[in-house]
């Protein structure tokens, strides 16, 4: 029996927000990240909105399953999954194109998560309604706020200060390449937004000043957690002897060598916690994980690729289970990913470490009232029904149009690296 309340409608819309130069082990970001907004709307004129990926295969996918929802209860959670599930298949790969996948990207961009993705993406909208019809914001729904308030890190770029082609003014952040400029950068940062923890995303330039970085924030910031990234860019050896380097300053280390095979390498010669947004990324690589004895003890989730803020409770279980840390990585995102995040971390008991965001890199928003504040480096939780947050209309019409006008279509970070080194491979690990 059809109600009211039904889903009557789904809107898919691409947009396109200024990105800065921001360097990291595949290249440079584009001047231009992409991302979707997601409408479902009831009978009754409800709209639960959402924000993911905004490459063209995810509009794809997204596009082929939303009349799916079609007459689906926005309560019917399970049912939305099956139906996804059904008609969102990602495309037959041979063997060797799914393990070049698997080091090579992003676990965002594999074609593993398509269907993890579209669920996710329909889920919180799904959520964002049902709390409006219950009155309750989406943290009740999830089983009630753990804590008040969630902790963010400041998250450091080397970076260029300037696109080198320019279709807009340049940031104001400037170029950060030295360790000077990346404690100016840190310094910045936290001054305004008063994180309380530090990340730097390294895998960019040569490891050895990379690691000065790091010991110039430790010097400039005694005190404060301090974690690496570098995505999986530097050998074993490599990755060792930097970590030698930062005895005693570093809180955990990401990601630094390819491969679960080659974290495990490091974990059984170093006494730092490794964290991974790039190994343990589903729960069948949970699983590998802990069969091979848990060499990686920080899981860095994203609702995004896991599936949802359900599936991200579920892994946030098993993290207890097996006595590991859990905390969330990011991507370039807007408030409605953020708001989303602050939800789900607020829900999960276990969240052992301030969570990443890029939120400071982006100066453009979609949500009515503007940018998100941060209180002393955290989120506090929103009380009202739903996510707590609406679509700016206007604003959403401007950033469609700069999709519409950019011509980024797929992110590429190669790509626009080599337009600045022609040489530039992007051979993972490179040092």
């Known amino acids: 029996m059809s109600t009211s309340h ?4 789904v809107r898919i819309t691409p947009i396109a927000f200024r990105d800065p130069p921001l360097l990291n082990a595949a290249g440079i970001h584009e001047p231009w990240a ?24 995810m509009l ?17 959670l399970n049912e939305m999954e099956t139906r996804v599930a059904a008609l969102v298949t990602p495309p037959k790969m041979t063997a060797s194109e799914f393990l070049g996948q698997q080091v090579s990207l992003a676990p965002g961009t594999h074609v593993s998560k398509t269907v993890a993705k579209v669920i996710s993406a329909f889920e919180v909208a799904m959520l964002d309604l049902q709390g409006q019809m219950a009155g309750a914001p989406v943290v009740d729904l999830l089983g009630g706020a753990a804590r008040e308030s969630v902790p963010f890190s400041a998250y450091l770029f080397y970076k260029y200060a300037e696109h080198i082609e320019q279709p807009y003014a340049p940031d104001a952040w400037g170029e950060a390449l030295t360790p000077d400029q990346l404690v100016a950068q840190a310094r910045r940062m936290i001054d305004q937004y008063g994180f309380q923890s530090i990340k730097l995303k390294a895998g960019a330039l040569q490891p050895e000043q990379e690691a000065d970085g790091i010991l110039a924030l430790a010097k400039a910031f005694p005190g404060t957690p301090l974690r690496i990234d570098p995505n999986g860019n530097w050998t074993v050896p490599t990755s060792l002897k930097i970590v030698q380097k930062l005895k005693g300053v570093l809180e955990y280390y990401e990601d630094p060598a390819p491969g679960l095979e080659g974290m495990a390498a490091v974990a059984r010669e170093c006494d730092v916690p490794l964290a991974t947004n790039m190994v343990v990324t589903d729960f069948a690589e949970f699983r590998r994980n802990a069969d091979m004895g848990c060499p990686v003890k920080i899981v860095l989730s994203d ?32 408030g409605i990913s953020l708001v989303a995040m602050t939800h789900l971390c607020a829900s999960v008991p276990l969240l052992t470490y301030a969570c990443d965001t890029h939120y400071p ?11 998100l504040r941060f209180e002393q480096g955290s989120l506090r939780v929103p009380t009202t029904p739903g996510l707590g947050v609406t679509l700016d209309r206007e604003a959403l019409a401007r950033l469609h149009e700069n999709y519409l006008r950019c011509g980024i279509r797929n992110r590429d970070d190669l790509g626009q690296m080599q337009k600045y080194d022609p040489s530039f491979t992007g051979r993972q690990p490179r040092y």
């Not at 794809?60 to 019917?76: D, F, Q």
């Not at 890199?361 to 940018?371: M, Y």
Request: net charge negative; proline share 3%; charged share 20%.
């Open 6 to 9: 039904d889903i009557r409608h």
């Open 34 to 57: 992409l991302r979707s907004i997601i409408e479902i709307e009831t009978a009754s004129g409800l709209v639960g909105i959402n924000e993911s990926y905004g490459d063209l295969p």
């Open 60 to 76: 794809e996918a997204l596009a082929k399953a939303a009349p799916a929802l079609t007459g689906l209860s926005p309560w019917a």
């Open 303 to 334: 609702h995004h690729y896991w599936g949802g803020l359900r599936a991200t409770q579920r892994l946030s279980t098993l993290c207890r289970t097996f006595d590991l840390g859990l905390s969330m990585h990011s991507n370039s995102h807007l």
């Open 361 to 371: 890199w982006q100066d453009e928003e979609i949500v009515e009232g503007g940018r």
